[in-house]
């Protein structure tokens, strides 16, 4: 299974000039890398003008379950695939914290991402240390009505709250907490599936991730990929990532 690294550039950057310029250089930066699948998943407004490459894909950060029809605001995952968007991140938890966004939403949106043919990077994690209950919750409550099938196209990705954007205060979690996150996200779905798909699943993680700590995660961490926020924000910093990851899988 090749590793997959996706960039979240959240609300950045500023203007158009200076995401086509992050985004040829990161084209170019990740040019020759074979075995390790990059994306980055950009603000809704640059979609259209950054053309994604089979070595360099595009995502988005969120997506509306609805076709088409009066949702003011929104944006349908169909809309999002004709611009050539192959993945959506859902149910992030900035999304939770600030817009209030419900696990029932989240996977209305989850069905309907994939309906359109999206594949689906799906967030879980809790504010706790150790994964709890409400983690469990968000599996259950998220994964609702699909089967097995979808994790052809749907990735896991474990963010512990406590670990996201902490640049300032650098609390990170360890590979062995990583670890433990990925063995109980696939001990839940090993109970709503079955250990086969559990086993198979594509659990990535996110959560202050950079260049100097990508290896223990991939590693030690038994991590299928990665999604890096701030880290990725600095173009060259996300090819450094993207290169790390490419040298373990290689050696
Ligand atoms: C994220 O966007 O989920 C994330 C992990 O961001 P950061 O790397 O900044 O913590």
Known sequence: MKPLIVANWKMNPETLAEAKRNFEIIKKGVKTVKKVESV??????FLSALKPTNYLKLGAQDCFFGV????TGEISP?????LGVEYVILGHSERK?????SIELVNQKIIAALGAGLKVIFCVGSETKKPD???KNQIEKGLRGLNKSVFDKLVLMY??????STTKSKVIATPQETLE?????????GKIFDEKTAQKAKIIYGGSVDSRNIKGFIERGKMAGALPGAASLDPYE???IVKAVDFVNKN
């Open 238 to 240: 996300f090819i450094k």
């Open 133 to 135: 209950k409400e983690m």
């Open 159 to 164: 963010e512990p709250v406590w670990a996201i």
């Open 40 to 45: 980055i998943c950009v603000p809704f407004i």
């Open 97 to 101: 914290k600030y817009l209030a966004e």
């Open 68 to 71: 088409k029809g009066p949702f």
């Open 78 to 82: 169909r809309q999002l695939k004709v």
């Open 181 to 189: 996150g990925g063995l109980y996200i696939r001990h839940v779905l």
